[in-house]
């Protein structure tokens, strides 16, 4: 079953969420991977002492142009989908923009000269790591200067599920609703949205809950920092049938806790509670979701 | 020389488009015959690299200068590699005001 962890509002507490999660869940089920797939900046080794077991580097098509070979017919220009492409015949330029390249191979295969060839682009890195109580965390980076990190998140849920089979995957989702967002949470069986109960936390978790509707996608919210803001969210949930499955207060013992790099699992046991709760509503979702299953057959 | 005004709409007292890339329409005006074509811009809408489509089809009709209020970053690099003029103006001006000035300036 793979869970993402994802908000729409950055600084919710996604990460909090996931890497305790993930401590308490190993406890009870050790078949449990955490993958990280902020590719921006994956930060949920702070949380975990871990060595690196294995790593390799992700990389993407972009096409080389031979312009000995080209003969400005401009047939990469048409299939380019992404506009990526620039051929003027006058300026004997044929040129593509690594920017807006998504690298799918359209502009090769259209080439009728052969003047396109294929390199291969580093944009990013996924590494396996181990931790002090044998759970596995595999983390997704970015190369710097890159312009999209989808296809490292692909690669980095991929290699996890091929590599590292476990019976649960929990995804530690980037922030926003775009595209990292839906390709973390695309293939998710269920999504955990943690949010704040302000007018920001609000707005994007509409966002958020709007895209995972329009894909289909179930999912449940948890409400940190429960105690503050204002009531306007709980409202907004009930009138859409969103369960609540925790609601955790601010508290400066957590906040310092986390600042320190530490699991409020491990640290604050009073706080456990929060986790147990959350992990009971996976189960009550997993065995409904193996029911409609079961039914269907 | 052909030049291109970016345009709200395809008349000569239009304003001028703030935007190159997703302008609504580009006024190629050739300086020898005074002609002006009204060019809808098919790449204004499309999701992707808006800059490098207007970038290819304007290169491609042999337009020397560009009347914009904006040039993106990924525009400019390619604009200069084909020595292509980009030319800042002031919102609200009208594609007919530049026409004019472009007028005086040959006599």
């Known amino acids: 079953m793979k869970i993402s962890i994802a908000s729409g509002k950055g600084g919710t507490g996604k990460t909090f969420v996931s890497t305790n999660l993930f401590r308490l869940m190993h406890q009870h089920t050790p078949s449990v991977v955490l993958v990280d797939c902020d590719v921006e900046v994956p930060n949920s080794h702070v949380f975990l002492e871990t060595t690196d077991r294995q790593s390799h580097i992700v990389t993407d098509f972009r096409p080389v142009i031979d312009l000995d070979k080209c003969r400005f017919c401009g047939k990469c220009v048409e299939y380019c989908h992404y506009n990526a492409m620039l051929c003027v015949p006058s300026a004997h330029m044929t040129k593509m923009l690594p920017d807006l390249c998504h690298g799918c191979t359209a502009c090769m295969v259209a080439c009728p000269h052969g003047a396109i060839s294929a390199s291969n682009l580093e944009i990013g890195q996924v590494t396996a790591k181990e931790t002090t109580d044998g759970s596995i965390l595999i983390e997704g980076r970015m190369a710097v200067n890159t312009s999209s990190g989808v296809p490292v998140i692909h690669d980095t849920v991929a290699f996890a599920e091929k590599e590292y089979p476990a019976d649960y995957y929990l995804l530690d989702s980037p922030p926003g609703t775009s595209c990292p967002f839906i390709q973390t949470t695309a293939k998710s069986d269920l999504v955990i949205l943690v949010t704040e109960p302000t007018p920001f936390g609000l707005s994007d978790l509409i966002q958020a809950m709007d895209t995972l509707d329009s894909l289909g996608k179930p999912y449940c919210v948890v409400i940190n920092r429960a105690d503050m803001g204002d009531d306007q969210m709980e409202q907004v949930l009930a009138d859409r049938g969103v369960d609540v499955i925790a609601r955790i207060p601010f508290s400066r013992e957590i906040a310092s806790c986390y600042a320190g790099g530490q699991l409020v699992v491990d640290e604050l046991p009073a706080y456990r509670s929060y986790f147990e709760q959350i992990l009971e509503h996976i189960r009550l979702i997993e065995a409904n979701q193996q029911h409609t299953k079961d039914k269907a057959l | ?107």
């Open chain 2, 1 to 107: 020389m052909k030049v291109v005004i970016t345009s709200q709409e395809k008349e000569m007292n239009s304003h001028v488009d703030a935007r190159f890339g997703r302008a609504a329409y580009f006024a190629l005006y050739d300086t020898e015959t005074g002609q002006v074509d009204w060019l809808q811009n098919q790449v204004g809408t499309q999701q992707h690299g808006a800059g490098t489509g207007a970038v290819n089809r304007l290169a491609n009709l042999g337009v020397e200068k560009i009347f914009a209020c904006v040039f993106g970053a990924k525009v400019k690099p390619l604009l200069d590699e084909l020595g292509i003029q980009m030319i800042v103006v002031q919102e609200g001006e009208t594609v007919g005001h530049i026409i004019e000035m472009l007028q005086d300036r040959k006599k």
